[in-house]
């Protein structure tokens, strides 16, 4: 089984020295300063877990800088990389990303989420936030705010080799093997974790699709219809019965609404209902004063088939994730309501 493990992140964090320490050999350059490695460069070795041989190869990366043209390079170089390993892959294969993030830098640059989201989200492969040069085992701030921005994300805590205190202790690494295990082993998981994060991203961001909004016009439409038919059983009625007509309209609304998805209250819908609806409607009500089924059945209905489309058109020019927000949902339909009061 082959893994193939980008090992990215800020100059100076310690990449080339995870590199090393797998190899448990000085194969890549290290030290103090900007920009020691000075060229993306893969280095193979064979590591094994349990009763499985993996063949790794690891994938060392000049440290990216905010707007440095080699950072640029870097880039273009490791997208490439990422989808070479894609291509090649067999379903067995490991892909993953580790985002080396110094532990005592003291935040998380935005570039660095856009950066990670958009190669994640790109090539579909999973990152790990890898916290670099940890002296101590705890979970700190930077951390935490990490998990918060991207709970997707899976984070470790490493010291790649040991570390000599000014006193002269001796903290030893830890923490690369467990990583190295969890990548190659939580792989799937963490792989469903990239794909589910994504389809939410995807779907907060998606306008409201044609077909869904045919599914409900459909729906509207049978209510519509429904309440018509109501309408039209009530026989002769005295005008003072109007309000009896106002009230299945009233209530036809708040199924409309119930049935496009949205969430509103019988309160809620008497409101709109009596502020725009009747304006647009009222006409034909004030100067008949003995109500015939059929002028109810048609009153019904076109209050019925105006709000339906409003409601369509709000929808329409919604995202998914804009549907549940009741605030922006009712100042949309008012929006298309006042369009038809004009007509
Ligand atoms: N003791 C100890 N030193 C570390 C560790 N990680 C990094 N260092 C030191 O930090 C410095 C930078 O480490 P490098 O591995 O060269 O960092 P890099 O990310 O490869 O840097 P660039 O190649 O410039 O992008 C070196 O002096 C390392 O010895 C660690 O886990 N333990
Ligand atoms: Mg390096």
Redesign the pocket.
């Known amino acids: 089984m082959n893994a193939n493990i980008v090992i990215m ?13 797998i190899m448990r050999k000085e194969v ?11 060229k993306n460069q893969i280095y193979s070795t064979s590591y094994r877990l349990g009763n499985d041989f993996w063949s790794l190869n690891l994938y ?4 990216i800088e905010l707007s440095d043209k080699i950072t640029q390079a870097t880039l273009i170089d490791i997208e490439e990389h990422l989808r070479k390993s894609q291509m090649q892959s067999s379903t067995f294969d490991v892909n993953v990303v580790w985002f ?1 993030i110094n532990n005592r830098s003291s935040r998380f640059q935005d570039y660095e989420i856009d950066l990670i989201r958009k190669l994640s989200y790109e090539y579909e492969i999973p990152f790990v936030i890898v916290m ?2 940890c002296l101590d085992n705890q979970i700190g701030e930077l951390e935490k705010s990490i998990q918060t921005e991207m709970p997707e994300v899976v984070t470790a805590r ?7 205190l000014r006193g002269g202790t001796i903290i030893p ?1 830890y923490g690369l093997n467990d990583l190295l295990r969890r990548s190659l082993t939580e792989y799937n998981k963490m792989k469903v974790r990239v794909l589910e994060s994504k389809l939410n991203d995807l779907q907060q961001k998606l306008e409201v699709s044609e077909w869904y909004i045919k599914n409900y016009e459909d729906k509207a439409k049978a209510c519509i219809e429904d309440y018509v038919d109501r309408a039209g059983k009530i026989g002769w009625l005295p005008g003072g019965c109007i309000p009896f007509v106002h009230g299945l309209c009233i209530k036809m609304v708040a199924e409309l609404h119930g049935l496009y998805g949205l969430s509103s209250s019988e309160d809620f819908a008497a409101n709109i209902f009596s502020h725009i609806i009747v304006g647009l409607l009222a006409t034909p009500f004030m100067v008949v004063p003995i109500l015939s089924s059929a002028v109810a059945r048609g009153y019904v209905e076109a209050a019925g088939e105006q709000y339906a489309e409003a409601l369509s058109n709000a929808v329409k020019h919604s995202k998914y994730s804009e549907l549940s927000n009741q605030k922006i949902m009712t100042e949309r339909i008012r929006k298309q309501l006042n369009l038809r009061k004009g007509r």
């Open positions: 992140g800020q100059s100076g964090n310690g990449k080339s020295t995870i590199v090393n320490a890549a350059p290290t030290g103090k300063g900007t920009a020691v490695t000075t060392d990366t000049v440290g080396c670099t040069q490493i010291l790649a080799k040991d570390y000599q690494a």
